[in-house]
C-alpha cells in the first residue's frame, strides 16, 4: 500500500483525472480493452470533470460501478448519471460499454438486481477499482458495522438499510472489488481524516471497511493534506 498527498483538493482532482487517463492508455497499448470502476462524491466527479480525449480510445473501455443508489433510471442521485454528465457522454463512449446497475424502475426487485449485475461483471481482474471513502469508513455501500462487509461468496449484494439516503442501494463485496489490479481510493477533506487514520493504522473491516480492500498488483491512496492530517501525525 502506497499514500500520495497533495496539497489541496484542487490539485489532487486534477492528478485523478490524468492517472486515469494514464491507466487507460496503458491497458491499451498492452491490446486490452480498459475495465474501469467508478466511483462517486465530489473528488470523483471533479476528476472526471477533467478528463480529456488525451491519446486514448475512450470508445474501447469498459466501465462498471462499485456502488449505485437504487432509484429511477436518470435520477441526479445515480452514480452512473452523475459520471455520464460529467465525462461520458463528454467522450463519446457509447451505451454499450457502459455497465451501470440495475435501476429501481427496470422491474427487478433489489436483490434480483444484485445478482444480474453480478453476472455482467467481467471474469478476468478489473484493471482499474476506485473508491471514495466516507467519514464512517466506508466504501461503495459497504458500511461499519453492516452485515454486507462480511460477504464472501455473493459479489454484489443489495443494501436496504444504508445509514446516508437513499436506504436502497446496490453495491460490489469485497471478492468483487478486490478482483483489481489497481485499488485507488480518492480522499478529500478534513472530515475524511480520522476514517483515512484508522484505515492506516488498526481499523478493521467492521470499523473502518476502507482498510478491507486492496488490488492484486497496486493498492494506492490519493489524499489532499487535510485528510491526510491524522496519519501525518501518527
Same mark, same amino acid.
Given at each position: 500500500?502506497?499514500? #500520495?498527498?497533495?496539497?489541496?483538493? #484542487?490539485?489532487?482532482?486534477?492528478? @485523478?483525472?490524468?492517472?486515469?487517463?494514464?491507466?487507460?492508455?496503458?491497458?491499451?497499448?498492452?491490446?486490452?480493452?480498459?475495465? @474501469?470502476?467508478?466511483?462517486?462524491?465530489?473528488?470523483? @466527479?471533479?476528476?472526471?470533470?477533467?478528463?480529456?480525449?488525451?491519446?486514448?480510445?475512450?470508445?474501447?473501455?469498459?466501465?462498471?460501478?462499485?456502488?449505485?443508489?437504487?432509484?429511477?433510471?436518470?435520477?441526479?442521485?445515480?452514480?452512473?448519471?452523475?459520471?455520464?454528465?460529467?465525462?461520458?457522454?463528454?467522450?463519446?463512449?457509447?451505451?454499450?460499454?457502459? &455497465?451501470?446497475?440495475?435501476?429501481?424502475?427496470?422491474?427487478?426487485? @433489489?436483490?434480483?438486481?444484485?445478482?444480474?449485475?453480478?453476472? #455482467?461483471?467481467?471474469? #478476468?481482474?478489473?484493471?482499474?477499482?476506485?473508491?471514495?471513502?466516507?467519514?464512517?469508513?466506508?466504501?461503495?455501500?459497504?458500511?461499519?458495522? &453492516?452485515?454486507?462487509? &462480511?460477504?464472501?461468496?455473493?459479489?454484489?449484494?443489495?443494501?436496504?438499510?444504508?445509514?446516508?439516503?437513499?436506504?436502497?442501494?446496490?453495491?460490489?463485496?469485497?471478492?468483487?472489488?478486490?478482483?483489481?489490479?489497481?485499488?485507488?481510493?480518492?480522499?478529500?477533506?478534513?472530515?475524511?481524516?480520522?476514517?483515512?487514520?484508522?484505515? &492506516?493504522?488498526?481499523?478493521?473491516?467492521?470499523?473502518?471497511?476502507?482498510?478491507?480492500?486492496?488490488?492484486?498488483?497496486?493498492?494506492?491512496?490519493?489524499?489532499?493534506?487535510?485528510?491526510?492530517?491524522?496519519?501525518?501525525?501518527?
Amino acid at each position: 500500500m502506497t499514500t #500520495e498527498v497533495w496539497p489541496t483538493a #484542487e490539485e489532487l482532482a486534477a492528478v @485523478i483525472a490524468q492517472r486515469i487517463t494514464d491507466k487507460v492508455a496503458e491497458v491499451q497499448r498492452e491490446g486490452r480493452t480498459p475495465t @474501469i470502476v467508478l466511483t462517486g462524491g465530489t473528488i470523483a @466527479i471533479d476528476a472526471y470533470e477533467q478528463i480529456s480525449g488525451g491519446d486514448v480510445d475512450w470508445t474501447d473501455v469498459d466501465f462498471y460501478w462499485g456502488d449505485e443508489r437504487f432509484v429511477p433510471a436518470g435520477d441526479a442521485d445515480r452514480n452512473d448519471r452523475q459520471a455520464k454528465d460529467a465525462f461520458l457522454d463528454r467522450l463519446g463512449v457509447p451505451a454499450d460499454r457502459i &455497465h451501470a446497475m440495475p435501476a429501481a424502475d427496470g422491474g427487478l426487485a @433489489i436483490g434480483e438486481a444484485a445478482d444480474r449485475y453480478a453476472a #455482467e461483471l467481467p471474469g #478476468e481482474p478489473f484493471d482499474l477499482v476506485l473508491l471514495g471513502v466516507g467519514p464512517d469508513g466506508h466504501i461503495a455501500s459497504l458500511f461499519p458495522g &453492516h452485515p454486507q462487509v &462480511h460477504e464472501t461468496k455473493r459479489l454484489a449484494v443489495e443494501v436496504l438499510d444504508s445509514p446516508k439516503p437513499p436506504p436502497e442501494r446496490i453495491s460490489l463485496t469485497y471478492p468483487a472489488l478486490r478482483n483489481a489490479q489497481s485499488v485507488w481510493l480518492i480522499v478529500a477533506g478534513e472530515g475524511k481524516a480520522e476514517a483515512v487514520a484508522r484505515a &492506516h493504522a488498526d481499523g478493521t473491516i467492521e470499523d473502518t471497511p476502507a482498510s478491507g480492500v486492496q488490488g492484486l498488483a497496486e493498492t494506492v491512496w490519493l489524499v489532499d493534506v487535510p485528510a491526510s492530517a491524522l496519519i501525518v501525525r501518527r
